[in-house]
């Protein structure tokens, strides 16, 4: 059995599957084509290294979802993305169906 670094914290898995829901939420509104999301990400990963989708269009698409334009920081690594999306959209993904 291989044990982690003494500097790797596990997340809670609860935390974990949470934020990995809303990071794919944001992969298939950048990327929806299955075909060219990726199938790893570093934690440090942001939607600009996710997807080869231009910024521009990856803007216009999140602003649509989410029916507004929220002006999000598209190189911040995704687990803050969430966080900068959940600040401005208390609830979220749970109470805001798509377009």
Known sequence: ??????????????????????VQLLI?????????QPFALTDEASLLDAVSTPP???????????????????ALPLWR???AV???RPGWPDDLKPN
């Open 56 to 74: 521009t269009e990856i803007a216009r698409r999140l602003d649509a979802y989410f029916r507004g334009n929220l002006e999000l920081n598209l």
């Open 81 to 83: 993305l969430v966080d």
């Open 1 to 22: 059995m291989t044990s982690s670094p003494p500097n790797v914290t596990h997340a809670p898995s609860t935390e974990t599957l949470a934020r990995g829901r809303e």
């Open 86 to 88: 959940k600040r401005l």
């Open 28 to 36: 298939n509104i950048a990327e929806p084509d299955p075909e060219f």
